[in-house]
Nanobody, 124 residues
Framework: QVQLVESGGGLVQAGGSLRLSCAAS????????MGWFRQAPGKEREFVAAVGWNGGNTYYADSVKGRFTISRDNAKNTVYLQMSSLKPEDTAVYYC?????????????????WGQGTQVTVSS
């Protein structure tokens, strides 16, 4: 069982930055690819970014490419999402998730464990 706890959400003005963190309570954290998803009110959950087990491979949704950066620190069992140049359309609950399968990083159904989410609100 993997427990994931997100933090770092909040209210920020458009153009601002936030860094989300996701701490995992599992000894084999480096065995998992990690992803960030988000869900806005009335919309489906969508892929944001993912990082492979060793941090060497990263993947991004087109909507955040060039603005968001995903990284991980396996020594701290933590994955990060640095968000810059935030836009009002980035407003959503952001979830981190763990993928043990090693593929399908953009598909929510391929993830095995999820955090409870953290709210990000970007004001215009």
């Amino acid at each position: 069982q993997v427990q994931l706890v997100e933090s770092g959400g909040g209210l920020v003005q458009a153009g601002g930055s936030l860094r989300l963190s996701c701490a995992a309570s599992v000894r084999t954290f480096s065995s998992y690819a990690m992803g960030w998803f988000r869900q806005a009110p009335g919309k489906e959950r969508e892929f944001v970014a993912a990082v492979g087990w060793n941090g060497g491979n990263t993947y991004y949704a087109d909507s955040v490419k060039g603005r968001f950066t995903i990284s991980r620190d396996n020594a701290k069992n933590t994955v990060y999402l640095q968000m810059s140049s935030l836009k009002p359309e980035d407003t959503a609950v952001y979830y981190c998730a763990a993928n043990f399968r090693g593929s399908g990083y953009a598909q929510a159904t391929r993830y095995d464990f999820w955090g409870q989410g953290t709210q990000v609100t970007v004001s215009s």
